[in-house]
């Protein structure tokens, strides 16, 4: 099992830049494919991006490609998603999480396939 907290979000400009940071702690992230969500008010949860298990895959939903990048750093054992070129769309809360699987290359796209969730962290890009 693991726990997941996420830090770093915030109020920004559009146009700015923000870097939220998902600490896990019980089994190591490696163990796990990670991935960051986010849900604005009246919206369903989507995926953002997503990294496997071996860290060589990602995968990143086309309205973020380009401006949002993931990253994970195992000895701290935290993933990270930075955030740039902000737009007011980009507004709702994000989320980390993460999917057990056996399997080190995939990247699953589907909120169900993840099993660990984080609390979230607000985002407001104001325009």
């Known amino acids: 099992q693991v726990q997941l907290v996420e830090s770093g979000g915030g109020l920004v400009q559009a146009g700015g830049s923000l870097r939220l940071s998902c600490a896990a702690s019980?089994?190591?992230?490696?163990?796990?494919?990670m991935g960051w969500f986010r849900q604005a008010p009246g919206k369903e949860r989507e995926l953002l991006a997503v990294?496997?298990?071996?860290?060589?895959?990602?995968l990143y939903a086309d309205s973020v490609e380009g401006r949002f990048t993931i990253s994970g750093d195992k000895a701290k054992n935290t993933v990270y998603l930075q955030m740039n070129s902000l737009k007011p769309e980009d507004t709702a809360v994000y989320y980390c999480?993460?999917?057990?699987?056996?399997?080190?290359?995939?990247?699953?796209?589907?909120?169900?396939?993840?099993?660990?969730w984080g609390q979230g962290t607000q985002v407001t890009v104001s325009a």
């Open positions: 990294i496997s298990r071996s860290g060589a895959e990602i």
């Open positions: 019980g089994r190591t992230f490696s163990s796990y494919v």
């Open positions: 999480a993460a999917a057990s699987t056996p399997w080190a290359r995939t990247t699953p796209a589907r909120v169900e396939d993840y099993d660990y």
